[in-house]
């Protein structure tokens, strides 16, 4: 079976501070990787997907994710959050081989960037 | 310009008393999904709709049906709410089920049994 681990539940950052964001999944054949991120009060909205190529992925407001098949990690970086990054952070995996028809995702982070 | 519209943003039932959260998009997709979130868990998904072809999942629960009348509308019902379906109710909507498919999601139904 297929799974996704955000080990930090909760992070606190100062604004212009560095953010990687851990991402492990567990899944032996093709995967397809997604962050998805929530602000408070809005829905959950893509930030950036990996489904081949570049393993170093570009998203929206600066942020990129790099794939590391060897470590199935798929980790969200930013050089410089803002206060306008607090929000919870959700890694997804869908496996490319296996049917099954929907996301599976980890339990997410949240990120608290302090002014 | 909501595209994925969940009413309401909150719903309190009480125990056993059937209950039913509505979805609506404006997307045109084929696909809507169910997700249920507990509290600093993952979303779960529960089920979906491929147009009309409805696909459970193995591990979802009798008392939790679905309805989907047209593209548009999708209906989440259950039948007995328990104290553990005290959840965040996510729906969601995608063009096709293909597996680099983007998910375009609702605000969410936090649901409340008491």
């Known amino acids: 079976a297929q799974s996704v681990s955000q080990h930090n539940h909760h992070v606190i950052l100062s604004e212009a501070a560095s953010l990687e964001l851990g991402c492990n999944y567990s899944?032996?054949?093709?995967?397809?990787l997604f962050w998805y991120v929530q602000y408070p009060g809005q829905h959950l909205q893509l930030l950036l997907k990996y489904f081949s190529g570049d393993p170093l992925v570009k998203g929206i407001k600066g942020f990129e994710a790099e794939f590391i098949k060897s470590k199935f990690s798929f980790n969200l970086r930013k050089p410089s959050v803002q206060w306008s990054d607090t929000a919870e952070y959700f890694c997804?995996?869908?496996?490319?081989?296996?049917?099954?028809?929907?996301?599976?995702f980890g339990s997410g982070t949240r990120l608290q960037v302090q002014p | 310009d909501a595209m994925v519209i969940q009413n309401p943003r909150y719903q309190v039932t009480q125990f056993g008393k059937p209950v039913t959260l509505s979805c609506s998009q404006t997307l045109n997709h084929n696909v809507m999904y169910w997700y249920q979130q507990k509290s600093s868990q993952a979303p779960k998904l529960l089920f979906h709709?491929?147009?009309?072809?409805?696909?459970n999942e193995a591990d979802t629960p009798d008392n939790f049906q679905s309805r989907r009348p047209n593209t548009s509308f999708c209906f989440l019902d259950i039948r007995s709410p328990g104290l553990g379906d005290a959840a965040m109710y996510l729906c969601?909507?995608?063009?096709?089920?293909?597996?680099?498919?983007?998910?375009?999601f609702g605000s969410g139904t936090q649901l409340s049994v008491l």
């Open positions: 899944y032996g054949g093709t995967v397809n």
């Open positions: 709709y491929y147009d009309k072809d409805f696909n």
């Open positions: 997804a995996l869908h496996s490319a081989d296996t049917g099954r028809r929907a996301l599976t």
């Open positions: 969601a909507t995608s063009k096709q089920i293909a597996t680099n498919e983007k998910l375009f």
